[in-house]
């Protein structure tokens, strides 16, 4: 069977987010036969279609188009999905004649405040709805960012936390090959 490759897209910009952190981490943990590119969406412009396609959303859009399945890490701001995350997502569903995410697999995880981005998280699933995505239900993979569980730089450092993150990523895995089973 040929390698299944995910592409993990962060809400947060930030270099040392705990967001970020968790898809390192994940790049670490992808199950045998799988593996996961990381999304810069940084240079993306607001979506805008007055303005010609910039070749950052071009490199987002070839990579979407090629992934096998996506992993979103979803900070929260002000009780919702981060603005960039969103924003490359209304990049890639605007593709003309192109689909990126029609019928794939996706999972979603968070590092936040009191609720770990379970806010989020909702409205990530609200949005990949329309996106057709076929989210993971189970496990779902909630963290307090501000616990010891990260280090400065942003990376999990938590045992417990990185065998719940194997847990979904084998979970996504999983998901993914029924998926392509149903579509052989």
Known sequence: M???VFLGVCGSLRRASRNRGLLRKARELMPAGSRLDIADISALPFFNED???PESVRRLVGLAENADGFLFASPEY???LAPALKNALDWLSREPGLKPFSGKPAA???????????????HLRQVCVYLDLHLLN??????NAFS???????DLVDAELE???????QGLVDWAQV??????
């Open 179 to 184: 998926l392509k089973k149903g579509r052989a």
């Open 51 to 53: 303005i010609p396609k």
């Open 2 to 4: 040929d390698e299944l």
């Open 138 to 143: 189970t496990p779902e993979f909630f963290s």
């Open 108 to 122: 979603i995880v968070g590092a936040g405040g009191g609720m770990g981005t379970a806010r989020s998280q909702n």
């Open 78 to 80: 002000n009780y919702s």
């Open 163 to 169: 065998k719940r993150l194997a847990a979904l990523l």
């Open 148 to 154: 010891p569980a990260f280090d400065t730089a942003g």
